[in-house]
Each structure stands twice: as structure tokens, then as C-alpha cells.
């Protein structure tokens, strides 16, 4: 177990050390390419790609804190870290999004025309490129460690490749809509607020506790029934979700005269088979079924 927590750690570093030099060199291309032609669009952008390398360091962080064992004060771990750094992800979208709202706003008012030079093209179709690749990259390495952080920042990753799209178009456009490049501002930070609070939300209800999907529910109630060998008309169920492991917790229904040996046999059973087939630890209640 804790060579395959070693070797999905080693993932995480590299896409995330990866994520941080390049959205690096990146940003720099972006933000000389913005201040030659006084895009206002493109400045923000590269903002955007800078901010993916501290969303970035925080997954390294949060990987590296949530690898901690459990003590005595945490004695489920430290698996949220990864939570949290999703969370801190999703928080940093949203404030670069704001912070750009803003700006296009005093740019449209202030009626500022934008001339995009060809250093500006080579920077945005370079950034599509290249961030396209990151979000393929870090979904691939989600997929493999099934860590929440990586995929907030593959997603970081993604609104940064679509808002270079956005910019793109509006080059073409430029010479005609002396507004394009205000209204692509706020284009861009909408879709940044938007991935931010799909991040956010994400994360809280991962904290606090939430029900299993539909599909893990189906898989879980057929290892009920097939270990059982009848339907034990399964309920309440609540998954609460630790980061590098998950706790899943529900109640059974059983004869009322069977004695608490067999009751305890077939609970464990059950939690035995769903450790094993789904990788939850899991706590049964049982209760009395109920006689017409």
C-alpha cells in the first residue's frame, strides 16, 4: 500500500513541477506579447497561466501534507489536505476572475482600441498549444491517482486553454470591434469564475460529507446482496471522504430473532467485500426488520 501511495506521489510531483516551469515560461511569453499591444485581454490571460503555477505549488503542498500518517490529534489522517488545496485552487480562480471582471469594465469605458502584433499571435496559438497538452496531461495523472487538487488544476489548466481561444478569435476581429478585447476580458473572467466555484463546491461538499454517486451506490448494494444472499433493504447511506482513503457508513435491516453473532458475521462480511471490491472502510448499523 504504501509503495502505490509512493509511486501516485511521484505522479502528482512531476505533473505539478511540470505545471509550474512551463505555465512559468509561459507567462512571461503572454505578458510581453500583452504589453506590446496594450491587450488588456491577453495581460490578463497571462495572469491566469501564472496563477495556474501557485495553484500548482499549492497541489505539491497539499499532497505533501496530506501524505503525513495518522497521530494521535488526526487519527483518520491527513487525506483532506488534498481537499483543502482544492479548495485554496478554486479561491485563486475565483479572485483572478474578479480582479479581471474590473479591468474590462474600466477598459470599455474608457473605449481603448487594442492592435494586436504578431508576437501576440505566436504567444496565444503557443499558449493553446501548450496548455491544451498541460490539461491532457494532469487529467491523465487525475485518472491514475484519483487526487481532487490535480483535477482542479487540470481544469486551471483547460479555462486557460479556452480563454487563449477566445483571444485568438478576437485578434482576427480587432480591426474591426474596437471592444473585442474588453468583452474577451470579460468572457475570460466569467469562465474563470465559473471553474472556480465548480472547484469550490467540489471541495466543500467533499468535506462535509456527502452521499455516493449512483453508480458506486449500485455497486455497493450488489455486494450487499450478493454477500448476503438476499436484500437487506440498505439505507442512510454517507461517504465521507478522507483523501487517501474514504469511510463509508449505512444501515441494514436483519431478522430480529437472529442472534448478534450472525447479525456481526454477515455486517462483517459485507464491510470485508466492500474494503475489498471498492476500497471503502466501512461501518454497518443493523436494525431490527420490521414485521407486518
Known sequence: MKKQVSAKNKIIYTAGWASVV???LLFIVKYLAGILSG???????AWHTLSDSISSLVVIIGTK???KTADEKHPYGHGRFEIIAAFVVGMLLGYVGIEFIIHSIEKLQAREFVEYTDFALFAVILSIVAKEAMAQ??????????NKSLKADAWHHRTDAISSVLILIGIFFSASYWWIDAVLGLLISVLILYTAWGI???AVSNILGEKPDE????KIRNIIHKTAGEELNAH????HNYGKHKELSFHIYLEAKMSVKQAHDIATGIEQEIE???DMLTTIHIEPKKTS
Not at 496531461?137 to 484519483?146: D, I, L, M, S, V
Not at 442512510?236 to 461517504?239: A, E, I, V, Y
Open 22 to 24: 512551463l505555465n512559468i
Open 39 to 45: 491587450s488588456l485581454a491577453l495581460i490578463a490571460d
Open 65 to 67: 501534507l496530506s501524505s
Open 137 to 146: 496531461y494532469a487529467f491523465g495523472a487525475y485518472r491514475k491517482t484519483e
Open 200 to 202: 469550490i463546491k467540489d
Open 215 to 218: 453508480e458506486s451506490l449500485k
Open 236 to 239: 442512510h447511506f454517507h461517504l
Open 276 to 278: 475489498k471490491q471498492c
